[in-house]
């Protein structure tokens, strides 16, 4: 019989589970993680740390930017130890604030092993694409499939051209699995796949799907209060790539002078999937009753901008904020001073319930979610982290009393 092999993933489906951040040296600067995803051995000289960039419930497995890379605990090393020394290097690694004894796994096997067939869908990158330098490999690989006669006896292993994906033997897995490892989540990459992208029918081009997507979304966003007729979108996209390769943001006046920015195009079908896309699956929304001279310049686009950013670079920051409440972090460069932390930084609370937001709307597609952006003042960031599941639940109940709710605001006074 044939060996199975599975993909191991994250467990997502915990609503106050930890996230953790870039690993960093001594001195606090960021590693060069892209040697951990190289896919062969590799030396690094001193110690890691790694900081909790969304305090919650610690886990044994847990992936850190750029979201392929694991660090486990002593009992997830050891399984890879004993099952699969010869394919992974294991680093020490300290978290920030935990006691135990975690690891930074690098996976030194890279196998070429992708089944194109079977799987249900893959994209490689063409001399149009303007990246000369990754023309025919792997742009995407949907619903993957390996052929396990090609894997010459690897236990853990990460498939050529499709480094971002983590595979390991079902020994492996089932060996992982009697630890009680929490965190872990495994979809099997061999035998039959599903029905090829490429097969479902499409009743329309995509342009056509595009452009009905854009239209369900503008109508929806003409209901929330009076729309700018022009979207703001960069001359250069920048950062991460959205679902449908462009980016842009709306401004909404709402009543009682308030500014409502939100991202419109997370949402957008992928490319060769439009029928049945919706994107990312959200769209995000920041709202002031602070006055704003020029929406394009405000601080409110620049935090959902950088918001933006992480939904569109990282799955399990996606995945968390479609399924609840987040706390995290982004960079505080050129944010007003009352926002911004000692390290530099801005905490932002998503998915906050609202009384004057609805929490979904509808496109062809589908259903997508209207995430909220609430920036916490540093002291509430700090409430936050100090007192975990509690500390955010207490913060939702304090903006809700004060009848601030999802509302952002420079001026105003911390509730806590």
């Given at each position: 019989?044939?060996?199975?092999?599975?993909?191991?993933?994250?467990?997502?489906?915990?609503?106050?589970?930890?996230?953790?951040?870039?690993?960093?040296?001594?001195?606090?600067?960021?590693?060069?993680?892209?040697?951990?995803?190289?896919?062969?051995s590799t030396r690094f000289d001193?110690?890691?740390?790694?900081?909790?960039?969304?305090?919650?419930?610690?886990?044994?497995?847990?992936?850190?930017?750029?979201?392929?890379?694991?660090?486990?605990?002593?009992?997830?090393?050891?399984?890879?130890?004993?099952?699969?020394?010869?394919?992974?290097?294991?680093?020490?690694?300290?978290?920030?604030?935990?006691?135990?004894?975690?690891?930074?796994?690098?996976?030194?096997?890279?196998?070429?092993?992708?089944?194109?067939?079977?799987?249900?869908?893959?994209?490689?990158?063409?001399?149009?694409?303007?990246?000369?330098?990754?023309?025919?490999?792997?742009?995407?690989?949907?619903?993957?499939?390996?052929?396990?006669?090609?894997?010459?006896?690897?236990?853990?292993?990460?498939?050529?051209?499709?480094?971002?994906?983590?595979i390991v033997a079902e020994d492996?897995?089932?060996?992982?699995?009697?630890?009680?490892?929490?965190?872990?989540?495994?979809?099997?990459?061999?035998?039959?796949?599903?029905?090829?992208?490429?097969?479902?029918?499409?009743?329309?081009?995509?342009?056509?799907?595009?452009?009905?997507?854009?239209?369900?979304?503008?109508?929806?966003?003409?209901?929330?209060?009076?729309?700018?007729?022009?979207?703001?979108?960069?001359?250069?996209?920048?950062?991460?790539?959205?679902?449908?390769?462009?980016?842009?943001?709306?401004?909404?006046?709402?009543?009682?002078?308030?500014?409502?920015?939100?991202?419109?195009?997370?949402?957008?079908?992928?490319?060769?999937?439009?029928?049945?896309?919706?994107?990312?699956?959200?769209?995000?929304?920041?709202?002031?009753?602070?006055?704003?001279?020029?929406?394009?310049?405000?601080?409110?686009?620049?935090?959902?901008?950088?918001?933006a950013n992480e939904i569109a670079?990282?799955?399990?920051?996606?995945?968390?904020?479609?399924?609840?409440?987040?706390?995290?972090?982004?960079?505080?460069?050129?944010?007003?001073?009352?926002?911004?932390?000692?390290?530099?930084?801005?905490?932002?609370?998503?998915?906050?319930?609202?009384?004057?937001?609805?929490?979904?709307?509808?496109?062809?597609?589908?259903?997508?979610?209207?995430?909220?952006?609430?920036?916490?003042?540093?002291?509430?960031?700090?409430?936050?982290?100090?007192?975990?599941?509690?500390?955010?639940?207490?913060?939702?109940?304090?903006?809700?009393?004060?009848?601030?709710?999802?509302?952002?605001?420079?001026?105003?006074?911390?509730?806590?």
């Amino acid at each position: 019989m044939a060996q199975r092999y599975f993909e191991l993933t994250e467990d997502m489906t915990s609503l106050d589970r930890w996230l953790l951040g870039d690993p960093v040296d001594e001195q606090g600067s960021e590693v060069r993680t892209r040697q951990f995803m190289s896919g062969e051995s590799t030396r690094f000289d001193g110690r890691l740390r790694v900081p909790i960039y969304h305090p919650g419930t610690s886990l044994d497995f847990t992936r850190v930017d750029p979201g392929a890379i694991p660090v486990v605990t002593e009992k997830v090393a050891r399984i890879l130890t004993e099952l699969a020394s010869g394919d992974v290097q294991l680093f020490p690694v300290e978290v920030e604030s935990r006691p135990e004894t975690y690891f930074l796994v690098n996976v030194a096997r890279l196998v070429k092993c992708i089944d194109d067939e079977a799987s249900a869908k893959v994209q490689y990158w063409k001399p149009e694409d303007g990246r000369p330098e990754k023309v025919g490999q792997y742009r995407d690989v949907y619903g993957m499939r390996i052929d396990p006669t090609l894997v010459a006896g690897a236990k853990v292993f990460r498939p050529w051209g499709w480094r971002v994906a983590l595979i390991v033997a079902e020994d492996v897995k089932e060996a992982l699995e009697r630890t009680g490892a929490t965190g872990l989540d495994f979809r099997e990459v061999t035998g039959p796949g599903p029905q090829g992208i490429e097969q479902q029918p499409l009743n329309r081009p995509n342009e056509d799907w595009l452009r009905q997507v854009d239209a369900a979304r503008e109508a929806f966003w003409r209901t929330l209060g009076e729309l700018e007729e022009a979207a703001i979108v960069p001359i250069v996209p920048f950062g991460p790539e959205w679902p449908g390769q462009r980016q842009a943001w709306r401004v909404i006046h709402r009543a009682g002078r308030r500014l409502l920015l939100v991202t419109d195009g997370l949402s957008d079908p992928f490319p060769g999937q439009a029928a049945s896309s919706v994107g990312f699956g959200l769209e995000l929304a920041i709202e002031t009753d602070e006055p704003v001279e020029d929406a394009q310049e405000s601080w409110l686009l620049v935090v959902l901008q950088r918001v933006a950013n992480e939904i569109a670079e990282h799955e399990r920051v996606r995945e968390a904020a479609l399924t609840g409440q987040l706390t995290m972090e982004v960079s505080g460069r050129g944010m007003p001073e009352s926002l911004v932390t000692q390290e530099g930084r801005v905490g932002v609370l998503l998915g906050l319930e609202s009384s004057t937001l609805p929490r979904h709307l509808a496109t062809p597609a589908g259903e997508v979610r209207l995430v909220t952006v609430k920036v916490l003042l540093p002291a509430e960031l700090a409430y936050r982290v100090q007192h975990g599941k509690q500390g955010r639940e207490e913060l939702a109940r304090c903006f809700a009393e004060k009848g601030e709710e999802h509302l952002s605001g420079a001026r105003r006074r911390a509730v806590v």
